[in-house]
């Protein structure tokens, strides 16, 4: 294991961490709006580290502007990341995005690597 691969792994762990408890508890504050949109399928993890719309449909405004709120949050914190660990915003978010959707449960969506919504079994 090479010695960037492990600062990499330590970001990714980092990353993880912040993310939960940065945005995980601002989510659950605005109610389990966002919770109950995955669960039904509306709003599921994509592969780039960003809540998404599964389907381009009509959605509530509310929900549209929460999702805006948290995708900014995260940003920031990635951002964050980012500088401390001396990698690119883009490589922390994604490799958030793979822990995120590793603790995803059975039946939310997630964005795979082709960029398709799938259900996660």
Do not use: C, H
Not at 48 to 53: E, I, N
């Amino acid at each position: 294991m090479t010695l960037m691969f492990r600062v990499f792994a330590l970001v990714a762990i980092g990353a993880a961490s912040m993310l939960v408890g940065k945005i995980g508890p601002q989510a659950e504050a605005q109610g389990s709006t966002i919770s109950s949109a995955k669960q039904a399928g509306v709003v599921g993890e994509r592969i780039d580290g960003y809540l998404g719309f599964v389907e381009n449909g009509p959605a509530d405004r509310s929900l549209r502007r929460q999702v805006q709120e948290i995708n900014a949050k995260r940003r920031a914190v990635y951002d964050e990341l980012a500088s401390d660990t001396d990698t690119t915003t883009e490589q922390v978010a994604r490799v958030t995005a793979e822990k995120q959707i590793a603790r995803a449960p059975q039946g939310q969506f997630y964005m795979n690597e082709r960029g398709r919504w799938e259900r996660k079994q």
